[in-house]
């Protein structure tokens, strides 16, 4: 299981999209705030998943089964 494919929109694309000049209009204000919503949730949930099997492999003493032996 990656984490790190949890996490689809880069700080730096979400930058860019919101840093271009666009007319302020309603729908653009109202599509920009979805946009930056779906981008801190998408980061809060792999930041959770990180966490969280953190706390898995804590708990567990860090030790996983070697195959290789």
Do not use: E, W
């Not at 996490?7 to 919101?18: E, G, H, R």
């Not at 980061?43 to 195959?67: I, N, P």
Request: some cysteine; aromatic content about 8%; hydrophobic content about 40%.
């Amino acid at each position: 299981m990656s984490v790190a494919c949890l996490l689809v929109i880069t700080y730096s694309d979400a930058k860019m999209m919101f840093s271009s000049p666009i007319p302020a209009t309603a729908a653009n204000l109202i599509k920009t705030s979805q946009l930056r919503r779906r981008y801190y949730s998408a980061q809060v949930y792999a930041q959770t998943q990180v966490h969280s099997q953190f706390l898995s492999l804590s708990h567990s003493g860090g030790t996983t089964a070697r195959h290789d032996q």
